[in-house]
């Protein structure tokens, strides 16, 4: 797998997984105003916990990106 979509794949599944724990721990409601335990409060949960995920790894590139151009 090339290890640019890897980082993603692990990027994305890396914030669904966070996104459930904290809001199964009461520190986040991603509900959505959907029923507790519903298909589309797990859906939604998830595409939200994917795309923090992604955001968060584009932010760190970004970073990085601009650490290595600074330094040289």
Do not use: C
């Given at each position: 797998m090339n290890k640019n979509l890897r980082s993603i794949v692990l990027a994305?599944?890396?914030?669904?997984?966070?996104?459930?724990?904290?809001?199964?721990r009461g520190a986040v409601d991603l509900s959505f105003g959907f029923p507790q335990g519903s298909l589309a409060e797990g859906a939604f949960m998830a595409v939200?916990?994917?795309?923090?995920?992604?955001?968060?790894?584009?932010?760190?590139?970004?970073?990085?990106?601009?650490w290595q151009r600074n330094r040289g």
């Amino acid at each position: 797998m090339n290890k640019n979509l890897r980082s993603i794949v692990l990027a994305v599944l890396g914030g669904m997984m966070l996104a459930g724990y904290l809001h199964t721990r009461g520190a986040v409601d991603l509900s959505f105003g959907f029923p507790q335990g519903s298909l589309a409060e797990g859906a939604f949960m998830a595409v939200t916990g994917g795309a923090g995920g992604y955001f968060l790894l584009i932010i760190f590139r970004k970073a990085k990106s601009f650490w290595q151009r600074n330094r040289g």
